[in-house]
């Protein structure tokens, strides 16, 4: 499976999908909403705030072409690493050092094929619907319920038995160093976002 930003200069490949991934999640978290807006692309979120990822092992994620255009943001020092192209503004993907998850922004799946996550079958689990926008018709938990868990566990577990989050194409063979330094977007700009 390959995966793209918007105008196609960043292309990864991802070896062992969907077999080895535990389909799409979606997440309401304010995190993830303030994240959206800092950089400018609330076009990323649902219509109640939510972000879907669906996350991929690490290992198991090659860039093709592109890897000089990700950009690393973090709403804090000590925040997620959320990844972005400079050339077009992508939300690609969230990490975080030495964990065995690559969330993957759902929009690198269907730009070229927009009907492709609905081939892959429906959202496994909703989190976080406290910060959700207005009132979702579907079932979210407030937090990350029993839903949630169950539907990432398997394959996190996996991931820490194989080994599955190094080497990430993210982070330098250290497996803590970003390949780009981190932009801190800061409080102010998470706040003003919200």
Known sequence: MKI???CGRFEAELRGFPRNSPGRLVCYCDDCQAFARAIGRDDVLDPYGGTEVVPVY??????LKGRELLRCNRLT???????????CNTPIANTRPGLTWVGVFHNT???EDP????????VRSRIMGRHAKGNPPFAVDDGIGVRGVLA???FM???MLLRMARPSPFFEAD???PISPPVVLGVKEKEDAT
């Open 175 to 177: 497996g803590v160093t």
């Open 4 to 6: 793209r930003c918007d």
């Open 109 to 111: 799946y269907t730009v």
């Open 157 to 159: 577990a996996k991931g």
């Open 115 to 122: 009907n492709y996550l609905e081939r892959l079958g429906p």
């Open 58 to 63: 690490p290992r198991e994620t090659f860039f």
């Open 77 to 87: 020092p000590r925040g997620l690493f959320r990844w972005t192209t400079t050339c």
């Open 152 to 154: 990432v566990l398997p």
